[in-house]
């Protein structure tokens, strides 16, 4: 079993910054992508960013240039770097994590959430 635990977040103001860490600890043996998602009231979960075990980044295009997603591969831990951060940015955000634990299981594991709020 793989937990995910999330660390950042809270209330800023448009244009402002904020960073988000995941912490994964469990039966890992490797974790093919680390990935930070996010939900806003009444709409349904997205991606918002992934970075391989290779290194490689996507990003949902409504936060290219504004967010990075960053890791400590061997620590199990990745980030998320928001800035110019706007209203509808507002949501839950998750991270996630794939990967390998033992024995070829595959597992799916994703944070327990937490709050970002952009005011206006």
């Known amino acids: 079993q793989v937990q995910l635990v999330e660390s950042g977040g809270g209330l800023v103001q448009a244009g402002g910054s904020l960073g988000l860490s995941c912490a994964a600890s469990?039966?890992?043996?490797?974790?093919?992508?680390m990935g930070w998602y996010r939900q806003a009231p009444g709409k349904q979960r997205e991606l918002v960013a992934v970075?391989?075990?290779?290194?490689?980044?996507n990003y949902a295009d409504s936060v290219k240039g504004r967010f990075t997603i960053s890791r400590e591969y061997a620590q199990n831990t990745w980030y998320l770097q928001m800035n110019s951060l706007k209203p509808d940015d507002t949501a839950v955000y998750y991270c996630?994590?794939?990967?390998?634990?033992?024995?070829?299981?595959?597992?799916?594991?994703w944070g327990q959430g937490t709050q970002v709020t952009v005011s206006s």
């Open positions: 469990g039966n890992i043996f490797t974790i093919n992508a």
């Open positions: 996630n994590a794939r990967g390998y634990s033992d024995y070829d299981v595959v597992f799916d594991s």
């Open positions: 970075i391989t075990s290779g290194g490689s980044t």
